[in-house]
């Protein structure tokens, strides 16, 4: 989940007779799948665990119950439940000996503290270097089209990167970038792929909470545990042989030992004139090993068949992994449950689809879609995007929904980023029936529009939004929705903390589901073909295969 919601407590579910045309949502059978999804018998439903093959489990059965068709791979003439995604899987085994070397004297650094490294995704099964130098890349961007760039024709070969997380306009909110909104050239996903590019020995991102938009326990928990990558022909052309975080009190530390400032460096990397600056008597040495090997992972594939036009589709997406057992928190508890993240859309997808099971057939196809290693890179909706079962052309849009409100209703909701398209108009007018406005996305500056299964849809064309369930609670007001989200990304945001509470009453997502049917329904029951905004970046690739739309 890459995505907070707010989290609303209390509140009646109030529908008008407008609203009332969606079907009724059982709040206590979502609360029932959440449970059984984010109990400890799933094992955190990482990829390739028996939490996966109990997750697959689950989900087939509920698609089953719920009257669906199966809609993945084919098998013998007939379509089976899963789409079957192959994936490199990458695992630090032994001990990881990280330290860095300022002015003669040697400092270690441990794994998980002061630093957090992923297993190599580079083809190597042994990460040993010593003494690499060190160079500060300011934000790591080369954007032509704005006329910035952080390299200036340094040369990065035989070197490890040291970069800022986020955009170079972040602190400022003016500039180049968007403002507070995120590009991609702040994702730290764009960073590691621009140190390969140049050859780079690795790259290491200097976590701050604010730009990154989570904390360090966030970091550590993602990165320290199994990596997995979609199977690539030459996988050293996308990834360096390190990729890590290094927390800011120690990149603040190593900077002084090398001579250096480090937030005078930082002011002036938010400059296009800034230039890399070498660490002078600073170098990093790691020796670790790296177990690989490709296994295959799967997506969940329903499917309500269309009665007029089966071939053009709908989609509704969630991902149904989390990240497993990991290190234990203070408590001593090591599975990370994923009751929100994202048990909460998994469990939505299967009532979804229950509602359009049973109710009067849609002149388009319906597909629920429950992807896999989202956690690990939105692995399973990439590769169904690049592998698609319907053909993208003729995909009308993707609804997804990633980490919904398990509370009580809100009188708004959002997107993740600021995507210009048709489809957030439809959500605004159908949002009308039960009152509840649009809110831009509080935090554009997270660049969560990258971060959601939806992406994957969006930069080939399709239209696809991921739906937030909205701060403003119905009790409690904006001051409350952002209070619980705050505590939320603090205390349970891919940690193990994030577990089922009892106290749920998922009156929200009853309401959140009622608006996705609308949409979805309106849509499946149309002969209409939604699109970005003429300014949109994603609006090209969508208008280059118009003609295979009828």
């Given amino acids: 989940m890459k995505h907070v919601a707010a989290f609303a407590f209390g509140g009646a579910l109030l529908l008008s007779s407008c609203a009332q045309k969606s079907p009724t949502f059982d709040a206590y059978r979502l609360s029932a799948e959440v449970k059984t999804l984010s109990s400890d018998a799933f094992e955190g439903r990482a990829p390739d665990t028996p939490g996966e093959i109990k997750t697959v489990e689950y989900i087939t059965r509920e698609f089953t119950d719920a009257g669906l068709s199966p809609g993945g791979d084919m098998k013998d003439g007939k379509r089976t439940w899963t789409q079957a995604v192959p994936l490199g899987r990458f695992e630090i085994t032994g001990p990881v000996k990280i330290a860095v070397r300022t002015g003669?004297?040697?400092?270690?650094?441990?794994?998980?503290?002061?630093?957090?490294?992923?297993?190599?995704?580079?083809?190597?099964?042994?990460?040993?270097?010593?003494?690499?130098?060190?160079?500060?890349?300011?934000?790591?961007?080369?954007?032509?089209?704005?006329?910035?760039?952080?390299?200036?024709?340094?040369?990065?070969?035989?070197?490890?990167?040291?970069?800022?997380?986020?955009?170079?306009?972040?602190?400022?909110?003016?500039?180049?970038?968007?403002?507070?909104?995120?590009?991609?050239?702040?994702?730290?996903?764009?960073?590691?792929?621009?140190?390969?590019?140049?050859?780079?020995?690795?790259?290491?991102?200097?976590?701050?909470?604010?730009?990154?938009?989570?904390?360090?326990?966030?970091?550590?928990?993602?990165?320290?545990?199994?990596?997995?990558?979609?199977?690539?022909?030459?996988?050293?052309?996308?990834?360096?042989?390190?990729?890590?975080?290094?927390?800011?009190?120690?990149?603040?530390?190593?900077?002084?030992?090398?001579?250096?400032?480090?937030?005078?460096?930082k002011k002036e990397a938010q400059t296009r004139d800034f230039r890399p600056v070498e660490l002078q008597g600073a170098s990093f040495n790691a020796d670790y090993a790296v177990s690989s090997q490709v296994i295959t992972s799967h997506n969940v594939v329903g499917r309500v068949e269309g009665a007029m036009r089966p071939d053009e589709t709908v989609i509704y997406s969630a991902h149904w992994d989390h990240l497993g057992i990991g290190a234990p928190d203070a408590r001593g508890d090591r599975i990370n449950n994923g009751a929100v993240d994202n048990a909460t859309g998994t469990a939505a997808l299967i009532e979804m689809g229950r509602a359009f099971a049973n109710g009067k057939r849609p002149e388009r196809s319906v597909v629920f879609l429950a992807v896999t290693a989202e956690e690990k890179g939105l692995l399973g909706s990439e590769y169904y995007a690049a592998n698609p079962l319907y053909p993208l052309a003729t995909t009308v849009a993707v609804l997804n929904m990633d980490a919904l409100s398990p509370w009580g209703p809100t009188r708004d909701f959002s997107i993740s980023g600021s995507a210009k398209l048709d489809l957030l108009d439809r959500l605004i007018g159908a949002a009308k029936a039960w009152k509840r406005t649009y809110t831009p996305d509080a935090k554009p500056e997270a660049g969560l529009f990258f971060r959601s299964d939806h992406f994957p849809f969006a930069k080939r064309g399709v239209p696809a939004v991921s739906f937030d369930s909205g701060e403003d609670w119905v009790d409690g007001g904006v001051a409350a929705g952002k209070a619980a989200s705050e505590d939320y990304s603090t205390n349970r945001y891919h940690q193990p903390a994030d577990e089922w509470n009892a106290k749920w009453p998922f009156t929200g997502m009853q309401q959140d589901l009622a608006l996705l049917y609308k949409v979805g329904s309106d849509l499946a029951n149309s002969d209409q073909w939604p699109n970005w905004t003429a300014d949109s970046e994603f609006r090209a690739a969508r208008d280059a295969t118009a003609a295979e739309r009828k």
């Fill in 104 to 265: 003669g004297e040697t400092v270690p650094w441990t794994q998980g503290e002061q630093i957090a490294v992923r297993a190599a995704m580079n083809g190597t099964t042994v990460v040993k270097v010593d003494n690499v130098p060190l160079v500060f890349v300011g934000y790591g961007v080369d954007a032509p089209e704005r006329n910035w760039d952080d390299y200036k024709g340094l040369d990065l070969k035989g070197k490890i990167g040291i970069v800022l997380v986020n955009d170079p306009d972040f602190e400022t909110g003016q500039g180049d970038f968007g403002g507070k909104a995120m590009t991609y050239y702040g994702r730290w996903t764009y960073k590691y792929e621009e140190a390969a590019r140049r050859g780079a020995v690795g790259m290491l991102v200097v976590h701050e909470t604010d730009p990154a938009s989570y904390g360090w326990e966030t970091v550590k928990n993602s990165n320290t545990n199994t990596m997995f990558d979609i199977v690539r022909a030459h996988p050293a052309e996308d990834h360096t042989l390190i990729e890590g975080w290094i927390q800011h009190d120690v990149a603040v530390e190593l900077f002084r030992r090398a001579g250096l400032d480090f937030a005078a460096l």
